[in-house]
């Protein structure tokens, strides 16, 4: 099983401030998807990004691929108590053959103080 | 969001004792997936179905066991519960089990499981 290292574990930020969460690997992902989880609720997808060194934009939030597809960050612009939650890194990989796996890292705890 | 129900929402159940969570999908999806989240461990995939009748393990299968007999249903039991499983099981659908579709999984909002 491939590993899923994600960093920092816990981040507690007032209102309006940045906010970068690291998703790291020493394994080559076929693509990888971040999540965000609510207290009571199964995640949602907030990404997918696919190609070595892709950056896509959701509003305030960037996501980005690495050049070697090892290693993903995702980064709030001026954080809001709504983006109070625990996000997810899911990286898929090849386990032979055609066959693909999704191994989720252990998540990133976000609260945003007002 | 999309058409997934788990239940019970909730249970208490007694060591030794076996449990059957139940996922009803209204998406018509091929794939369905148990996952259980636990602090420290994150998600971890139980079993999976790739179709009606056709299901393998994941990384955290044992003591557990799944049936779909319908397209719409994904069912996990747990033959006799351990305290190890007390935790919150998620089902995820997926219209394509390829990820160079780049399918999202969608969640179910969860069952949280206490064995005694």
């Known amino acids: 099983t491939q590993l899923l290292e994600q960093s920092p574990q816990f981040l507690s930020i007032q209102e309006g401030e940045n906010l970068t969460v690291y998703c790291n690997s020493s394994s080559v992902f076929s693509s990888l998807q971040w999540y965000r989880q609510e207290p009571g609720e199964g995640p949602v997808l907030l990404v997918t990004v696919v190609t070595g060194g892709e950056v896509k934009k959701l509003k305030r939030l960037t996501f980005q691929f690495g050049d070697a597809r090892k290693d993903s960050s995702l980064h709030i612009t001026a954080a809001q108590p709504g983006d109070t939650g625990l996000y997810l890194c899911?990286?898929?990989?090849?386990?032979?053959?055609?066959?693909?796996?999704?191994?989720f890292g252990k998540g990133t705890l976000l609260t945003v103080n007002p | 969001d999309a058409g997934i129900t788990q239940s019970p929402r909730h249970k208490v159940t007694e060591t030794g004792t076996p449990v059957t969570l139940r996922c009803h999908q209204t998406?018509?999806?091929?794939?369905m997936y148990w996952y259980r989240q636990d602090p420290g461990h994150g998600l971890r995939l139980i079993h999976y179905s790739y179709g009606v009748k056709d299901t393998d393990k994941g990384e955290v299968s044992d003591g557990y066991s799944v049936s779909r007999s319908k397209t719409e249903d994904f069912l996990l039991t747990l033959e006799s519960a351990t305290s190890s499983q007390t935790s919150v099981y998620f089902c995820?659908?997926?219209?394509?089990?390829?990820?160079?579709?780049?399918?999202?999984?969608?969640f179910g909002n969860g069952t949280r499981l206490t064995v005694t």
């Open positions: 995820a659908i997926s219209e394509f089990g390829d990820p160079l579709d780049n399918s999202p999984l969608h």
């Open positions: 899911a990286g898929f990989w090849n386990s032979g053959g055609s066959n693909y796996k999704l191994t």
């Open positions: 998406e018509n999806h091929r794939y």
